[in-house]
């Protein structure tokens, strides 16, 4: 394995400049919660001639007795952009995935929990999709901030369909 990431880095620092210039695509990483966006780490990339591009992320939080799952897509279309940010048209689905357990005790007559009955399963998923308009503002050349309103469908175990507005909100790193 070693061998292999020498000859990576050997070859990738050997690429001519001129060539690394000419890669118009701007990268992201950072933090996203929202309801098309999903919730946790992200990472984005866009193509500057075209304004088209994508973003995924996810995170998982796993307990013992708690498992929350997140995940998402999103793709979108940048409408105008200028020196400072740029206005954009996104479409993302989102997925999670919620399980808890619960103790059932017996309680004495202070209320003392005396003796454990058992375990009690409780669990959802659900899937939320949509399209929204956003704004995302850029500071210090590399730091962005965004807001997206969405129009998002939520398909949910527990809640059946629901329409909702949540934003999505996202802090980046770019290059």
């Known amino acids: 394995m070693l061998p292999l990431a020498l000859c990576a880095i050997l070859i990738l620092s050997g690429l001519p400049t001129e060539i690394q210039a000419q890669d118009e695509n701007t990268q992201s990483i950072g933090f996203v919660a929202g309801s098309t966006h999903g919730i946790g780490v992200s990472y984005a990339r866009q193509n500057g001639q075209t304004g088209h591009g994508w973003q995924v992320s ?10 929350h ?36 005790w017996v309680c004495d007559a202070v209320g003392n929990r005396s003796t454990l009955i058992g ?15 956003g704004l995302e503002r850029w500071s210090a050349e590399n730091f962005a901030v965004s807001l997206e309103i969405p129009a998002a469908i939520r398909v949910d175990s527990h809640e059946g369909l629901l329409i909702l507005p949540i934003p999505n909100c996202a802090l980046a790193y770019r290059w």
Do not use: C, M
Request: proline share 2%.
């Open 58 to 67: 996810g995170f998982p939080v796993w307990t013992q007795s708690e498992r």
């Open 119 to 133: 375990t009690r399963d409780d669990e959802s998923y659900g899937l939320i999709f949509g399209h929204g308009v």
């Open 69 to 104: 799952l997140f995940g998402a897509v999103a793709l979108f279309k940048t409408l105008n952009q200028g020196k400072k940010g740029r206005a954009f048209l996104s479409f993302g689905v989102a997925a999670h995935y919620n399980r808890t357990l619960h103790e059932e």
